[in-house]
């Protein structure tokens, strides 16, 4: 049913749980993006995030904004993230998520969007402005297209809302760690593993962890409880201070404490 | 309006039509649900009413007046003209209606911290105002282009207690000061409500916003026909998110003989690349929290507007707005920097009322629409601001400051044509 959830599930299987990789496409730009990601995935990264840049990323911290700004200067176009997902694709078998704020999807029409996606290869669809409730679009068009969709769950979330995203959501629930947005923190919240609890309450079987985590200690600790663990500044970072072998090697550090 | 047809006046969202809605982070819906419980149990508190109206008779000087202008409606085609004189609240804007509204609401909620976006700066000082009153903290976010421009204002919110962040992402104007503080929310919702400025964002900003400025119509309303014994022709603002707007149009919008007019800003012109018109030459979509129109490229990034009025230079528009243009309640026109400075001149000089840059838009506007509508026509303008604060911008413009002589002392002093 979803690659994603398949992938997640053979790793929980293995007694651990699934690491997932973001990058944005574009930075520093768009063939070295593909390279990074492809690293990723050949680092131990099982499931790949693909950050599409957006001009008003309010989810983000300093680090991703930073990144995805100057992937737009260089002339970002969204047919890049199609091209992006179909190149990673074609090379390695890790299941594709773009991650993408809504409006550059309604405005590319939220079909032709889906039905790109699927041409390329990709697996579905992670979005942080678009909750369950506005969602009766790309509820009807991921249906269609089996594509996975990612919908967020907050500490702050009610019961009610926790099991509409649970309900909602396919590949996995993703668990914001913390009330704040993207960007590495000393310190995983504890709302984290509470929070995964209560998705585990509602019906959640595959729940990944996000925000704030970049030590293998901290993946080693979330896959303790959640299904996967979602790093995503520090290899941004690593990108940015040292190309892509910098983020071969952060990879393989964080999937292996190595 | 006609019997068995519902009342204009009774949206309350979170849609207008097919806009406003949240689009937003999961992170945010419980602090948007408890503000709306909130603020829905406040709307019919008479003792959160009466609190409200106290502040307002005995800080804002709530109401504020109406004055006739003939001097300038001779250069409007004769038509009587009557400003709403928002101009004369406590801190020179509209925004202070909204900002006590909100702070009272905040502190129902147990909140101790104020954080808001500003770009012309006077939501800014209202907020920081309302903070100092109330004993909150507040943290404003304004684009470090905007803090250049209105450095007077970030004076003002800085004596006033205030902390002000320049942002320097994106387009470092409205529009990204609004995202930084949507981050900051995301992040310290326990303690802290957003004083979101206009009548854009998530529900039930653009609702609540709304009712806390509709008192502007409800008053000029009154006022305008215990002067003239009739509704007005038309009723004119100026539309960047479109609070002043929503706030005196609210009012009429069940007065079916009252035309609307919101004037955008066009900046060098609506149809050059630098303008803010964003009904005039957006298209829907979601920014900040809400589907509504706006600046956008093919790929739905949005295009950085440009005006010379900084409280005018957002590329989205309030989704209330969005709705009233597509079912033709209310029309909105671009106005260009020029005639908008243009008419701020002749304001100051015909009637010794300089208004600020954003409503200077709202009468380059009713200019226009007095020649059309002519002499025996009444046309209501919602003066939503002073220019004091545009003095530097204004002086520029017209080329009569002496700051050269200032800045640079070896220069010959520079003899102010236009004085």
């Not at chain 2, 003792?47 to 300038?72: C, D, K, M, N, W």
């Not at chain 2, 964002?201 to 609702?207: L, N, R, T, Y």
Request: hydrophobic share 45%.
């Amino acid at each position: 049913m979803s690659r994603v959830a398949d992938v997640i599930a053979a790793r929980k299987g293995e007694g651990s749980g699934a690491l997932v990789g973001y990058l944005p496409v574009g930075f520093p730009d768009l063939a070295t993006s593909i390279e990074a990601a492809i690293a990723l995935a050949e680092n131990g990264v099982d499931v790949l995030e693909l950050g599409l840049p957006y001009s008003d990323p309010v989810m983000d911290g300093v680090v991703i904004q930073q990144a995805t700004q100057q992937a737009l200067a260089n002339g970002f176009r969204l047919r890049d993230g199609f091209e992006a997902v179909a190149a990673i694709t074609a090379r390695v078998s890790t299941p594709v998520l773009l991650m993408t704020y809504w409006n550059p999807v309604l405005q590319f029409g939220v079909d032709r969007f889906a039905d790109e996606l699927v041409a390329a290869g990709g697996a579905g669809l992670i979005t942080p402005d678009l909750i369950p409730d506005e969602a009766a679009e790309w509820l009807a068009t991921s249906e269609r297209t089996g594509l996975d969709r990612v919908f967020l769950a907050a500490p702050s979330s009610t019961k009610a809302r926790l099991e509409q995203a649970v309900e909602r959501s396919r590949g996995f629930v993703y668990a914001v760690s913390t009330m704040g947005i993207t960007g590495a923190r000393s310190d995983v919240d504890n709302a984290a593993r509470g929070l995964v609890s209560r998705l585990r309450e509602a019906g959640a079987t595959s729940a990944c962890v996000g925000l704030g985590i970049s030590t293998p200690e901290q993946v080693h600790e979330v896959l303790g409880y959640a299904d996967g663990a979602i790093v995503g500044s520090l290899l941004v970072k690593a990108l940015a201070d040292g190309g892509v072998d910098a983020v071969a090697a952060a990879a393989s550090y964080l999937a292996t404490g190595k | 309006m006609a019997e068995g047809t519902k009342s204009l006046r009774d949206e309350l969202g979170p849609y207008f039509g097919e806009y406003g809605g949240r689009y937003v982070p999961e992170s945010l819906i419980a602090a948007l649900d408890e503000l709306d419980a909130a603020y829905q149990a406040a709307k019919t508190d008479p003792v959160f009413q009466a609190e409200l109206a106290e502040l307002h008779r005995t800080y804002t000087g709530r109401p504020s007046i109406i004055t006739e202008v003939p001097r300038f409606g001779e250069h409007a085609g004769g038509a009587r003209i009557i400003l709403k004189r928002e101009d004369l609240n406590h801190t020179g804007s509209h925004k202070i209606n909204n900002v006590l509204g909100q702070a009272l609401v905040a502190r129902r909620l147990g909140k101790t911290r104020l954080i808001a976006e500003t770009g012309a700066g006077q939501h800014g000082v209202a907020t920081a105002t309302a903070a100092a009153l109330f004993g909150m903290e507040c943290v404003v976010y304004m684009g470090e282009v905007d803090t250049v421009r209105q450095a007077l204002n970030v004076a003002r919110m800085r004596l006033l207690g205030a902390t002000v962040i320049p942002v320097t992402t994106g387009s470092r104007t409205l529009k990204d000061a609004i995202n930084d503080a949507l981050r900051d929310w995301v992040a310290s919702v326990d303690t802290t409500h957003y004083v979101l400025g206009t009548v854009a964002g998530p529900h039930p900003f653009p609702v609540m916003v709304r009712d806390f400025h509709k008192i502007i119509g409800e008053e000029a309303r009154a006022q305008v026909l215990e002067l003239t014994g009739a509704l007005p022709d038309a009723v004119t603002a100026c539309v960047g998110g479109g609070s002043n707007a929503m706030g005196i149009f609210h009012a009429f919008l069940d007065d079916s003989s009252v035309a609307l007019y919101g004037y955008e800003a066009a900046g060098e012109g609506h149809l050059t690349e630098h303008h803010a018109a964003t009904i005039t030459r957006g298209r829907p979509g979601v920014l900040h929290g809400a589907r509504s129109y706006l600046l956008q490229d093919e790929d739905g990034q949005t295009i950085e507007s440009h005006s010379i009025s900084a409280g005018l230079d957002y590329p989205g528009v309030g989704p209330e707005h969005a709705w009233l243009a597509d079912i033709g309640r209310a029309t909105y026109l671009p106005i260009t920097d020029d005639e908008a400075m243009q008419a701020l001149r002749l304001l100051s000089r015909t009637e010794g009322i300089i208004p600020a840059i954003e409503s200077a838009h709202a009468l380059a506007g009713t200019i226009k629409l007095g020649r059309e509508l002519g002499p025996e026509s009444t046309i209501l303008v919602n003066l939503s601001g002073r220019g004091d604060k545009d003095m530097e911008t204004a002086g520029k413009y017209f080329d009569i400051l002496d700051a050269d002589a200032l800045a640079e002392e070896d220069r010959g002093p520079i003899d102010g044509a236009e004085r």
